[in-house]
């Protein structure tokens, strides 16, 4: 059974960093696609960035490149989104996602 659980929000003023964690289990990292998603309060589900199986290749939302790094330990089953120079338009419940499969979610609010 997969199960995710993500961690590492929290409240951060605007240009500040934040990592989330997605402790995984149930599947092998390195062989699965995973994807950061994230939900704004009011909004719909939006895509932030995945990580490919294999060789670790990475997409991105416009809005996020250049800002936020996907990564996985696949010795540790984490994946992490490193965040930084935030804006409030980060802000939002961000989960981590392997097929239909989410966790429960970790809140990031950027504001000053």
């Known amino acids: 059974e997969v199960q995710l659980v993500e961690s590492g929000g929290g409240l951060v003023q605007p240009g500040g960093s934040l990592r989330l964690s997605c402790a995984a289990s149930g599947f092998v990292l390195v062989s699965t696609r995973m994807t950061w998603v994230r939900q704004a309060p009011g909004q719909g589900l939006e895509w932030v960035s995945t990580?490919?199986?294999?060789?670790?290749?990475?997409d991105y939302r416009d809005s996020v490149q250049g800002r936020f790094i996907i990564s996985r330990d696949n010795a540790k089953s984490t994946l992490y989104l490193q965040m930084n120079n935030l804006r409030p338009d980060d802000t939002g419940v961000y989960y981590c996602q392997v097929g239909s499969a989410r966790g429960q979610g970790t809140q990031v609010i950027v504001s000053a």
């Open positions: 990580i490919y199986p294999g060789g670790g290749g990475k």
